[in-house]
């Protein structure tokens, strides 16, 4: 007798204990083991649908979060074109300033020019009287008492000088 022979006793033994075993396994353990598969099914079902609600929810944060982002790249370029329009009117008050500024020099320079100018021809119209009147009383050899006529002729040469001054300009 052999292993593909068995004793009939031999078997009727493997019969009751696999008979034992299964009855345990079928009584005790499958429901045990099929208990904590389904409790495994639901903690994984449940995972599943609380991770795909926390999606939804981050996909709805995500879209409020670049809905406040262009409002905010919006609200930017307002505030930027505001600045540079303020920056524009700005810049044109000051310039109108500075031409206004400008030209007031410009005006009381040259009054102050023409005044100065009018001082030193009339200075130097003096000196011209007095090395005139001094060259001519050299020439003479005496003094020139007639200070009215003097004054006269040097007069009238300041007048044919200023009438030929335009002329020559």
């Known amino acids: ?20 075993v299964f009855f345990t396994f079928a009584r005790f353990l499958v429901p045990r083991i099929t208990k904590v598969l389904e409790a495994r099914q639901d903690a994984i079902e449940g995972t599943i ?3 795909e609600a926390v999606y939804a929810q981050a996909r709805q944060i995500q879209a409020e979060y670049q809905a406040e982002l262009s409002e905010a790249r919006h609200e930017a370029a307002r505030i930027r074109q505001t600045a540079a329009e303020e920056g524009t009117l700005l810049i044109q008050q000051v310039r109108t300033e500075g031409q206004r500024q400008r030209d007031e020099l410009v005006a009381s320079a040259t009054a102050q020019l023409e005044a100065d100018r009018i001082v030193a021809a009339a200075a130097l ?5 007095k090395l005139a009147k001094d060259l001519a009383e050299r020439i003479l050899g005496e003094p020139i008492v007639d200070e009215r006529r003097a004054r006269e002729i040097t007069d009238d040469f300041f007048a044919e000088l200023d009438a ?3 002329t020559k300009a």
């Open 1 to 20: 007798m052999g292993p593909l022979e068995p004793k009939v006793n031999d078997l009727i033994i493997a019969a009751i204990c696999f008979a034992v």
């Open 49 to 51: 649908e609380r991770s």
């Open 125 to 129: 119209r003096e000196d011209v009287f």
């Open 164 to 166: 030929d001054a335009p």
